[in-house]
């Protein structure tokens, strides 16, 4: 187990931490990675924590997160690990200064370090000049990629680069993280987040964090135990102030999508594979008012109109035509 030489602290994925660690130990990092998979998973964490074991300062176990390297790195502070990050678009102009500020030998570390988050959002000439760095990283460079998917980015580029997919975290495994961080909790509440997280840790950690989220999500849960009866200007109202930017929808997407799943696994009498098993009761209540056919149905509608998401910017119209469908 030679994850055991350093203190990462991620929540599964212990096969890439094990070659990581092996890596490093065996000085055989690559020099660019492309970490991928769905949001949530725990990608950027994982990018985090590799450029505290590398830069730490500590003789100890590393990272010791202790260490000015540590904490500056966790605070997006350190002089030789940049990091691009919450970027919807990445021009040339950045990855020029990015491509300069790597050029410059380590201010007080051992590696130059480069995490890229959102890949993808390069501009094709952005990814075009970036292909030099990759093909020539100066010195003690570590270059690392995140990216939901590997479409977006040139194959040059992915050529380039180790890949590492990160896939889904087993319930289990985030139930007993939850449990470990959030003592408060009851166990039907533990069961229930890593339920909604669907396997994504950053999402379960989110939703207990912003009480927000919280918030939206009794919202829907309310507005879902009285949907039938609503008129449709009441639903157009509510839709209005529940879809105000991509993130919010996505969201509110996701969460029907569980809700009518739970409907389908209750009117198949699959009830201990429900989601969301703290609402139950008006979960059963629902349940009668709806035939397996039409739930099918919806859930079809709620993945098409998911899919459109990615594509149409018109939020509302899409959750309009979704409305008016169920
Ligand atoms: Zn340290």
Same mark, same amino acid.
């Given at each position: 187990m030679r994850k055991k030489y350093f203190n990462w602290s991620i929540v599964g994925h212990s096969h890439i931490l094990e070659a990581l660690s092996a890596a490093i130990l065996n000085n055989r990092l690559s020099h660019a990675y492309l970490f991928w998979g769905p949001?949530? =998973?725990?990608k950027m964490t994982t990018a985090l924590q590799l450029a505290q074991i590398l &830069?730490? &300062?500590? *003789?100890? *176990? *590393?990272?010791?997160? *202790?260490c000015a390297a540590c904490q500056q790195i966790q605070n997006r502070l350190h002089p030789d690990t940049q990091i691009i990050e919450d970027k919807e678009s990445i021009n040339i102009e950045e990855i020029r200064m990015l491509q300069h500020n790597l050029s410059l030998n380590p201010y007080n570390s051992p590696y130059k370090i480069a995490i890229l988050d959102n890949a993808s959002a390069m501009t094709f000439e952005a990814q075009n000049a970036f292909l030099k760095t990759l093909e020539e990283p100066p010195g003690k460079t570590i270059i690392i990629l995140i990216n939901k998917e590997d479409a977006g980015l040139l194959p040059t580029i992915i050529s380039r680069c180790q890949i590492i997919g990160f896939s889904l975290v087993a319930k289990e495994q985030i139930k007993e993280f939850l449990k470990s961080k959030f003592s408060q909790l009851k166990d039907q509440q533990l069961e229930e987040l890593a339920r909604l997280a669907g396997g994504r840790p950053g999402l379960a950690l989110r939703m207990v964090d912003n009480s927000e989220l919280v918030e939206q999500r009794k919202e829907i849960v309310k507005f879902f135990s009285c949907l039938p009866e609503n008129s449709y200007l009441e639903r157009f109202n509510w839709l209005s102030q529940s879809s105000k930017d991509k993130k919010a929808t996505e969201l509110l997407l996701e969460f029907l999508l569980t809700w009518f799943r739970d409907l389908l696994l209750l009117k198949l009498g699959l009830?201990? =594979?429900?989601?969301?098993i703290t609402h139950l009761s008006l979960l059963k209540k629902e349940a009668s008012l709806y035939k397996i056919p039409e739930i099918k149905k919806i859930i079809n509608k709620i993945l098409k109109t998911q899919e459109s998401l990615k594509y149409n910017a018109n939020l509302k119209l899409l959750l309009e035509s979704l409305f008016l469908f169920i």
């Open positions: 949001s949530g =998973l725990g &830069q730490c &300062q500590s *003789k100890d *176990k *590393k990272p010791c997160l *202790k009830i201990d =594979l429900i989601t969301n």
